[in-house]
């Protein structure tokens, strides 16, 4: 099978080499072993920057302008708010994974059997599902969450899933969606708020076409990595 590895967001992570070696011992040599071939593509940013993304030797690799990023970004995300718990740049950050996100979706051909889509600065636990188990029109994702909703670091999905998965960028900043409408939202934070997870959930939800059930959950999981190198256990 041809499969694509669609990376995003900061690189930060991918600076340590445990990190790295996840990478390349659980997703790309693993599905290399299994028989598949596999292109890499990488949709990131200048701030924090690292060299070490190249050691995959990505088919497309695209770095945008952080500073022109966020100032694109302002006046689509101006209406939303991230619960009170969060950073306070969260909600850029946020859209910078989207806008990645849709970017990398509209990359990636016809050709492709299968694509999972990563957040590069996380660490993979354990070998990636094996893309045969993976069936079309469906979404596939890790079993973890948070808050009820949708862990979207990890996704899997043929390539008209993946393009939908890219879509709630669009779906955020056109119409008018309110996300504050729902309590279910997010009832610890205040205002408009938009909460990664749960956002997920009611964007995938609100297209009808992609229900996350028990049979969609893969059983390769992931950890966040701090600019630090501080391990997140959830």
């Not at 669609?6 to 070696?21: A, L, N, Q, S, T």
């Not at 899933?161 to 610890?188: A, C, I, M, P």
């Amino acid at each position: 099978m041809k499969i694509a590895l669609c990376y995003w967001g900061c690189i930060r992570g991918f600076k340590y080499d445990f990190v790295r070696e996840s990478h390349e011992k659980n997703v790309v040599n693993y599905l290399k072993s299994l028989g598949h071939s596999v292109d890499i593509f990488v949709e990131t940013y200048d701030k924090e920057y690292c060299k070490s993304v190249e050691l995959l030797k990505p088919k497309h690799l695209n770095i945008l302008s952080s500073d022109e990023y966020d100032d694109s970004l302002k006046p689509d995300i101006s209406r939303y708010t991230m619960p009170d718990y969060f950073a306070s740049d969260a909600k850029l950050n946020l859209f910078k994974c989207l806008v990645s996100r849709k970017n990398l979706s509209m990359i990636i051909d016809d050709s492709y059997d299968v694509c999972y889509t990563l957040d590069i600065g996380q660490e993979i636990q354990n070998n990636i599902d094996d893309p045969k188990n993976i069936e079309s029109e469906k979404l596939y994702i890790s079993n973890q969450s948070h808050n009820q909703g949708y862990m979207n670091r990890l996704v899997a999905g043929c390539i008209t899933s993946t393009k939908k998965f890219g879509g709630w960028f669009n779906y955020l900043t056109e119409g008018e969606v309110k996300y504050s409408s729902n309590k279910h939202q997010d009832e610890r934070g205040s205002g408009v708020n938009l909460h990664p997870e749960v956002g997920m959930k009611i964007y995938l939800n609100s297209v009808g076409e992609y229900p996350i059930e028990n049979g969609n959950l893969m059983s390769c999981r992931v950890r966040r990595v701090r600019a630090d190198g501080t391990v997140l256990t959830n």
